[in-house]
């Protein structure tokens, strides 16, 4: 759980819900048709971009910018570097019943196990970290889609609400509601976009980094390992993935 996202996105809402409370009454900044401008026009034009299946399946990728389990570097590559000590004495067979939680790393294990070239080993599990990553960007290409959308749904909006109220200018009771659609559906697009969509594409764009900087790391180490460096040597290769802080820091403990 990375109470970062929750927090932010709480936070952010709260804010404004706290300056519209302050500075006003609160029912005035809700308007029906104004939400289902913004609401309903984002989702369906964002629809239209994507098929459905992908369209739904972003909001299950959603929940790794809240729910996400990221391995720190440092602990796979000492992982690693245990897995190198035991191929060098044991043999690269040995590392069959080797276990791990990482299922990428277990599925890279197993390919080394089974005495696959590292040609293969590579492409494979490349591949895999390839389609991987596309597959989320997709969830992030939607929110990204969400959060170009609603604030021009949000200027459609003001548009119609201008039309409503230059088109009744003689009946003054008519021109606060047209107005208040003019202006509210403008604030809805903007919340939608910058306080959830943006915040939350980019979240699942870090998600992403750090998967690939994470498989790519393992995807090195057993290709090292096939190759039958020396462990430390491993090590030390492997610590180029890591910042100089974090890879001083591992330099003093050792």
Known sequence: MDPATLIGLIGALGVIMAAVSIGGTPAT?????????VMGGTLMATLIKFRLGE??????????AFRYKSE????LIDQTVELAQVARKEGLLALESYEVENPFLQQGIQ????????ELVKKVLGQEID????RNERGENVFRAIGDVAPAMGMIGTLIGLVEMLSNMEDPKKIGPAMAIALLTTLYGAIIANAIALPI????????????LNRTLILEGLLAIQEGLNPRVIGELLKTYLPSKERQEMEEAA
Request: aromatic residues 6%.
């Open 131 to 134: 389609m991987t990553i596309e």
């Open 29 to 37: 900044f809700i308007n029906v048709p104004s939400m289902l401008i």
């Open 55 to 64: 369209f739904l399946g972003a909001f299950k990728v959603a929940r790794r």
């Open 201 to 212: 594409a980019d979240k699942l764009a870090n998600r992403n980094a750090e998967e690939r």
């Open 72 to 75: 720190e570097p440092r602990a």
């Open 111 to 118: 390919l080394v196990a089974d005495g696959h070239e590292p």
